[in-house]
């Protein structure tokens, strides 16, 4: 199977590619079925989905791969953000298709997770069910939410209630104001750090953990509670240049777990805290609930984010999902030109990005076992 194939065009496929190469691979495919439904009918048709196939039609699927005893274990995740599972999928299909999972060393195992949000991967979203940012999700839920004030200022021109040339112009003049004022970060950090006061709006992170995270977590206390060495990999798209995958530490700044990061992948690591990220700083991403749910263990975490489109259409594509989604309608022309945009912001459907994405991916999973061997 060439790269190009390791990738799918849709949710459903992706997942039957992946159990398929996962028992080609003997592994035993443990699934959990999502609460909620995937696209029905004309929706159903124009996403490119195949058949319905009933109730559990969105599914997490988990596999192992190793001694089941194994002290440093290899976690990758695809899907946290639903339609960048494009990619991920692809980048988990091809470490078992191409035989590379044959390489582990002694005493390693890998924990593959496939689709951690299914909802978001069928319907092209980058949230869940709930409109919940997964990757915001993982916050302490007990105690009070950060507020992110950029956000509240601009909220009526990130999610604006009409999407009109007119309406589009008047949000763009604020957002370029905001940004001129306080520079091109505060302007992405507004928009994309993560804001728990808007339950309608965009990277939204809820008010409870999600099923996606709830699941990430019995998963790693039941089959990884022993493993003391974590390399985890949190697999992306949206960021930086196109089919670059940029290694971005999950661990803050100063932080042993990005001290370790460092160690592992070297100076090209970089930190959303500290500035040298195309990403904005987060807060309850997934690497907060690797570390909490596996309390024995050090955690070296990181995002790789795959560059697809320029970010402004990026973000553009996300705050267009949010209002149809909201107000307008996924079967009218404007609904499907908009999730088109969406799909193209987080999957670069060609074969020089799949390559550039499966070269890198393979050096940087190398890196990751030869972090965790070496310890
Ligand atoms: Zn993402």
Redesign the pocket.
């Known amino acids: 199977m060439g790269v190009s194939n390791y990738f799918s065009d849709c949710y459903e496929a992706a997942r039957a590619k992946f159990r398929e190469a996962a028992r080609a691979a003997g592994a035993t495919v443990e699934t959990h079925a999502n609460p909620s439904r995937g696209p029905e009918g004309e929706v159903r048709d124009w996403l490119a989905l195949p058949t319905a196939n009933g109730d559990a039609d969105l599914t997490t699927d988990v596999i192992w791969i190793g001694p089941r005893d194994a002290e440093r274990l290899l976690l990758t995740v695809s899907g ?2 639903g339609a ?1 599972g494009f990619c991920g999928s692809g980048i988990q299909v091809g470490w078992l298709e191409s035989g590379l999972y044959r390489e582990l060393p002694r005493g390693t195992a890998m924990l593959m997770v496939h689709a951690l949000n299914p909802h978001g991967f069928a319907w092209l979203r ?1 949230v869940n069910e709930g409109n919940v940012d997964l ?1 915001r999700n993982f916050i302490d839920h007990t105690g009070s939410y950060p507020v992110n004030e950029g956000y509240e200022t601009l909220r009526d021109a990130i999610c604006p209630a009409e999407w009109t040339a007119e309406s589009l112009a008047a949000a763009r003049e604020r957002l370029d104001a905001y940004g001129q004022t306080h520079g091109a970060m505060a302007l992405q950090s507004a928009i994309s750090t993560g804001q728990y006061s808007d339950p309608q709006g965009v990277f939204y992170g809820g008010t409870a953990p999600t099923w996606s995270n709830r699941t990430l977590d019995s998963v790693l206390r039941r089959h990884a509670g022993h493993a003391r060495h974590v390399a985890y990999i949190d697999l ?3 960021l930086g240049p196109r089919g670059y995958g940029e290694i971005i530490s999950n661990h803050p700044a100063g932080s042993g777990g990005h001290a370790r990061v460092v160690e592992w992948y070297g100076d090209e690591a970089t930190n959303g805290d500290d500035g040298t990220s195309s990403s904005a700083a987060v807060m309850g991403d997934t690497t907060v609930g690797v570390e909490r749910a596996l309390p024995a263990a050090t955690v070296a975490g990181i995002t790789l984010e795959y560059g697809t489109v320029p970010l402004d259409e990026v973000l553009t594509a996300v705050r267009a999902d949010n209002w149809v989604h909201l107000h307008g309608d996924l079967a009218a022309p404007l609904g499907r030109e908009l999730k088109t945009r969406m799909r193209r912001a987080f999957y670069a459907d060609a074969d020089d990005w799949k390559a550039m994405v499966w070269e890198r991916a393979v050096d940087v999973h190398r890196r990751a076992l030869r972090g965790l061997t070496e310890l």
Do not use: K
């Open positions: 946290t953000h960048e980058r990757n992306h798209t949206g």
